[in-house]
């Protein structure tokens, strides 16, 4: 009976090279763990702090195109919110209310005024004065026409009866019928009926002009006249105020049958189908921006595309108002006094070096930065060069494939290493 095997196996001794370089092996693989251990005690060592890595935000230095932008913050306005005002001292009475939907031409308040009444009435009563003035002197100038013309004509027939007669007293006064003094006076008879012709001629032409020139004065004044009484009548109209857009009433600033003086706000009105986005710009980036330049908005999740279309010059609490037309047909779902962000598109620099913008910037006053090498934060002196809402531009410092500690170096404490576990 066979119990077991152990009768069956023979003991092979090892070769001696081969236990050799076993041991060989052995001590090499416990000098690396060595190195490696006395390498992470040195640089544990020479950290001056310890910090989870999990808890920071590194990123890599990349090469590519910055797009130098400003994150701002507005509101949704309505481009066009006209303000009516009262032009002359009068009683309000009100046609509509607040939040009424109006239409262009809707009369939406009504002005009373009594001197303005009165002085339409005085300068229409002076158009129709001056209107039959007019047509006096019209009648008047046809007048003196006539008698001018009567004198010339009588006068071109008294010379023609003198020139006749002349022309009776030469056919005689060869065979001597006729004295010769006769026949002289008759010469001077048509002479003078020559001159009178003459004169008579031109005073009808001169009595002409001269009515002419006076029906011209009285037209003239007509004419200003009704230019007065038009003023007047504008005037007048103006007293129904009308609405000049299509919209709504925003506010009303005085009350019904209210006394109000001239160019006092009366309401104001609204049109909303076209919205604009009024944005607060910080005052340091008031010289990087103009007219012009494109921005993008989200309106409430909506993205949209424009232009900055005005720039305010004043400054108020370290901002500047800015407006925002909308590009193309303007979103649809968008009310007035909606809260914005907008993202203004500065200007572009390509293939530069540039860093995920984080906390660091701010931290460090963009002077110094944490690379990290070996599982170690050094703190490195950097330059940076113009900064984006989302990037950074790294002048010098840094090259390209670096990792740098972006966000949580606010526990670094200005260390100089730091080391990541």
Known sequence: ?????????????????????????????????????????????????????SRLRIAEVTRGTLVRDAAVTGRVVASISPTLYST???????????????????????????????????????????EAEVARQQILAKKQRLLARR?????????????????RYESVAQVGIIAKIDYQKAKD??????????????????????????????????????LVRDNAQRRVDELTVRAPVNGFIGTLSVANRSVVQANTALMTLVDLSQLEVELEVPETYVA?????????????AVKATGKLSALSPEVVKNQVLARVRFDGTQPAGMRQNQRATARLLIDEKPNVLMLVRGPFVEAEGGRFAYVVRDGVAIRTPIKL???????????????????VVVAGTENFENAARVSLN
């Open 151 to 167: 004198d010339a004509d009588t006068a071109e027939i008294e010379r023609l009866s003198a020139q006749r007669t002349l022309e």
């Open 385 to 403: 060069g113009v900064t984006s809402v989302t990037a950074v531009e790294i002048q010098d410092g840094l090259k390209l494939g670096d990792k």
């Open 88 to 130: 002359t001292v009068a009683t309000v009475t009100l046609k509509a209310k607040a939040g009424d939907t109006v239409k262009k031409g809707d009369i939406l308040a009504v002005l009373e005024s009594p001197d303005l009444s009165d002085a339409l009435k005085r300068e229409q009563s002076s158009v129709q004065q001056l």
């Open 189 to 226: 008879a048509l002479n003078s009926a020559d001159i009178r012709s003459r004169h008579a001629s031109q005073a009808a032409g001169l009595e002409s002009e001269d009515v002419s020139l006076a029906l011209k004065t009285k037209t003239n004044e007509l004419e200003r006249q009704r």
């Open 1 to 53: 009976m066979i119990r077991d095997t152990s009768q069956q196996d023979a003991v092979i001794a090892a070769p001696r090279g081969q236990f050799a370089r076993r041991r060989l092996l052995i001590a090499a693989g416990t000098l690396a763990l060595l190195a490696c251990a006395y390498a992470a005690f040195h640089s544990w060592r020479a950290s001056e702090h310890s910090v989870n890595a």
């Open 288 to 300: 990087d921006i103009g007219l012009g330049m494109r921005a993008e908005i989200e309106v409430a």
